[in-house]
């Protein structure tokens, strides 16, 4: 049962941060690259606007 419960908290929490990062609606809400990707990926296609697949490019490099 403990494993179980483990593993229903941690798919949760995944879902959950996922879901919050889509909910940025610009560059300007990430505080660096990775949270944008993320929001990219999670559906966010707002992020991408020269459509090179490189969601919030003045961020690349920022991984604080």
């Known amino acids: 049962m403990k494993r179980f419960f483990t593993a229903a908290v941690a798919t949760s929490t995944l879902v959950i941060l996922s879901s919050c990062a889509a909910w940025a609606q610009n560059c300007s809400s990430f505080q660096n690259y990775a949270q944008a990707v993320a929001s990219y990926k999670a559906g966010n296609s707002k992020l991408e ?16």
Do not use: A, T
Request: hydrophobic fraction near 10%; charge should be negative; proline fraction near 6%.
């Open 49 to 64: 606007r020269d459509k090179d697949g490189i969601p919030c490019e003045e961020l690349c490099g920022k991984n604080g």
